[in-house]
């Protein structure tokens, strides 16, 4: 089902079974929860609060909340392209030919002073939708690392013994 080559499988399988772990269930329903939990306080609460900003802070609300959807669409769709892994709907390699249209650093907050002025809920929306973008950055570098930039396999302490046994032999 996956495009794999006799030198790679070992490393496939494990990136492969990243998105079907508890781990990645998990993630799933966490990003999937906040973005709709986002869209509810924007299009609610959220629209009543902007309302009541003075203009300066409203100009930031409005900056601030389109970051962060922008920052969830972008979470959403690599949520859902590993979820189409797990589900067997396409390829960990088909995925990761797509993934290079999702853009995992795309619209981070503002500066902290403005982010401050802002509703309480809407600071918490954004801290939270940072958190998950964190998560998802580390899950993404797990699973599609090229063969050479992953953990070797072996005596982790290897590489720092020879650099000693070198610097005492000179």
Do not use: C
Request: no cysteine.
């Amino acid at each position: 089902m996956s495009d794999r080559s006799h030198g790679e499988t070992p490393l496939v399988q494990f990136s492969e079974r990243l998105t079907n772990s508890a781990a990645f269930g998990t993630l799933f329903r966490e990003g999937m929860d906040l973005v709709e939990e986002t869209a509810a306080y924007l299009d609610g609460a959220g629209r009543t609060e902007a309302k009541a900003l003075e203009r300066s802070v409203s100009l930031t609300y409005a900056t601030e909340s389109m970051r962060l959807t922008t920052r969830l669409m972008q979470l959403a769709s690599w949520l859902l392209l590993h979820r189409a892994v797990k589900e067997g709907e396409m390829t960990l390699t088909q995925a990761n030919r797509e993934k290079t249209k999702v853009k995992l650093s795309a619209a981070d907050p503002g500066p902290d002073d403005m982010i401050e002025k802002l509703p309480q809920q809407l600071q918490d929306l954004i801290t939270r939708s940072m958190a998950l973008q964190g998560k998802v950055r580390r899950l993404d570098a797990t699973i599609h690392a090229a063969p050479a930039e992953r953990a070797p396999i072996g005596n982790p302490l290897v590489p720092q013994l020879n650099r000693l046994k070198a610097a005492f032999e000179q």
